[in-house]
Each structure stands twice: as C-alpha cells, then as structure tokens.
C-alpha cells in the first residue's frame, strides 16, 4: 500500500504532538529575574532550604529563629523582623506557585486533547483525562504539600508533561494508520486544520493570563528578595545566598557585601 503524501505528512505531524502539548507557558524558579538553588518546603515547623549546592546545605527559619545546618543561629531583632516577612511571602507564594502549576498542566492537556482529537477523531479522550489527573495528583502531592524541588519542577515539570504526551503515540499511530487504510485520510486533515485554528484562537489568550498572573507574583518575590538581601547575619563571614538575583539585579544587591552586624553564624 502507497500512502497518499497528505497522510505521511499528518504521520510526520505525530511526531510534534508531544512538543505541541507541552506548548504552553513554562513553569520557572527565576520568572522574576530571582531564584534559589535550593530545595525548598513550606510546613508547620517553618520554611525549610535544603540540599544547597554549598553550605550551609540546609536553611530553617521560623517566627524569627534561624537554624543553619542543624544549629539554631542568634539573629537581631531587625533581622527576626526580616526572616518573618521572608516566611510570609513564601507562605503565599507555595500556594500561588501550585494553582498556577494546575492552570499550565491544564492549558498543556487542554492542547494534547485537541491535538489527539485532530489525528483521531475522538475528543475528550479517556488517556488524555487519565493522564491529567496523574498530573494534577503529581502537583498536588509536591507543591500542594509546599515542597518545591529544584530537580523536579521547572525543566523537569515540562519534561514530565512531554513524556505523557509521548506515552499516547502508539495509540495515535494505530488509530491514524486505521484511518487511512479506510480511506478517511482527507477528513482528518479537514479536521486537524479546523481544530488548529480553533486551538489557536482559544488557548492563546489563555496563555497570556497565566503568563500575567506569574508576573503579578513579581512583587512579593522582590519584597521576600529585598529583606533577604539586607539580613545582617554573616555565614563564615559573607552574606548569606539563598536567593541569587539575574545578572540585571545583581548590582542593587552589591551593598550586602559589607559587614553589617557582629551577628556571626557557625563554620561548617
């Protein structure tokens, strides 16, 4: 059997499904020009940096009190005062981070499902609603826990999407190949043209507020930076890093490199 040129071209098509499901606004530690190499978690007993690529390899502050690498740290009234708001802002930006974690989980599956409607003809797929709800219990069990881990999110948050959306190639191939042994090749691609365009029209604005409400964070991100750039307590003499700033920013924080209290932190 000779495939018609129009069917390979919608077979070649299957191979950017993937990439065109994990089409959407990308979930980033720096969206702000601001990250922290840090695992991060947010619970009772405070908020907690761990696995730092250098020491102190873990941070816990709580209602004032700083503890580095297991040893509770003395801090001044002005910078119990500073690890208080750092705690309220991440306090509400875990929260913030998780919905919108859901909101580009499902602008991607929302994407994958049209895609899989195009090149099958079957919409609001069973695989593509079992495979969201593995997203959006994987996102809960983390972030909706308050626990943000470096190697997880970001990249690998895209990553884990794309490599959902490849687990339904198989399934697309058969139901593509039955399609046109059966002589129904035109109609799919009548079909996938049509829901291009709807896809496109729709999802592109919802793109834009996502990006928006990510960017309306910026403010509480730079208030958390700015009282931890001015932390008084010294780590074997230099500033403490837990939050590192673009290239942009970095000079505004440039003054923190100055002694400024006899507050010392432990030598690990």
């Not at 071209?9 to 065109?20: I, S």
């Not at 198989?170 to 129904?184: C, E, F, K, N, P």
Request: charged share 25%.
């Amino acid at each position: 059997m000779r495939l018609p040129l129009p069917a390979l071209a919608l077979l070649a098509g299957l191979a950017t499904a993937p990439v065109m499901a994990a089409d959407a606004p990308t979930l980033r530690a720096d969206q702000c020009g601001m990250r922290t190499d840090y695992d991060v978690l947010v619970d009772s007993g405070g908020i907690w940096l761990r696995h730092g690529p250098q020491a102190p390899h873990e941070v816990v502050f709580h209602d004032g009190v700083l503890s580095l690498d297991n040893t509770v740290v003395p801090v001044s009234d002005a910078d119990a005062a500073r690890l208080r708001q750092m705690e309220a802002g991440a306090r509400q930006l875990m929260p913030a981070a998780t919905a919108l974690a859901h909101e580009v989980s499902g602008l991607s599956f929302d994407v994958l499902d049209g895609v899989y409607e195009s090149l099958t003809g079957t919409a609001n797929s069973r695989k593509v609603r079992r495979l969201r709800r593995q997203a959006d219990d994987w996102i809960g069990s983390t972030l909706g826990k308050g626990y943000w881990e470096q190697a997880v999110f970001g990249p690998g948050f895209e990553a884990r999407v794309q490599d959902m959306a490849e687990s339904l190639s198989a399934s697309i191939a058969r139901s593509m190949l039955w399609q046109m042994v059966t002589g129904r090749s035109e109609a799919m691609e009548e079909r996938a043209d049509r829901l291009d365009a709807q896809m496109e029209q729709q999802l592109e604005g919802r793109a834009e507020r996502i990006e928006a409400r990510a960017l309306a964070l910026c403010p509480l991100v730079a208030a958390v930076a700015e009282a931890h750039d001015a932390l008084e307590v010294r780590y074997q003499g230099q500033p403490l890093r837990l939050i590192e700033r673009s290239d942009t920013l970095q000079a505004a924080a440039s003054a923190r490199e100055q002694p400024q209290s006899d507050a010392v932190a432990p030598s690990r």
